[in-house]
């Protein structure tokens, strides 16, 4: 992540889950892989070591973001509850967002956990193409499991919308 310099008002972390197994009782239900348990704690372990803590954590109530979010706080050594939201688990790049700009605006450091294609749409929805070239060319050739994209935004999370964020971070987690 490129060091922040001022200190943005906020940040905001968008994830997909880790690697999941093929099936479960239903897709709600899928379990992370054993490799995903992995690559999750290992994307939590960079977070950190960036020095992203999330002061709130947004995430899909599917059986797979809740394993990935355990695996990512244990990586990180973070002991933070998640806000699980059944909503986030089908929602568009737009509907996500508009979640996120529930959040309080006491919240300066947020990590939102979900699924694709919308994490990867929203990410490139937020982006204002001022960030770091070579990140956004990353960012968009591909958003894998265990992909974040960490913006910076400066301005009450009700007014987040297309392309106010810049792109400060992407990374893949592989454990």
Known sequence: MQPLSPTPSRLVAVVRH???????ATDFDRPLAE??????????????AEGFEPEHALVSAA??????????AAGADWDLDSDLDRGLY??????????????????????VLGHNPTMASLAQL??????????ATEMTSGFP???VAVFS????WSDLDQGTARLVGFHVGRG
């Open 18 to 24: 880790a690697k999941a197994e093929p099936d479960g």
């Open 35 to 48: 490799r995903g348990h992995r690559d999750a704690a290992a994307l939590g372990a960079w977070l950190a």
């Open 63 to 72: 059986l797979r973001t809740r394993e990935t979010w355990a695996s990512m």
């Open 90 to 111: 089908a929602a568009g790049p737009e509907s996500a967002l508009d979640l996120v700009r529930l959040v309080d605006d006491g919240v300066r450091r947020l990590l």
């Open 126 to 135: 937020l982006d204002d193409g001022d960030g770091d070239a070579e990140l």
């Open 145 to 147: 499991t265990s992909a």
């Open 153 to 156: 935004y400066d301005g009450s």
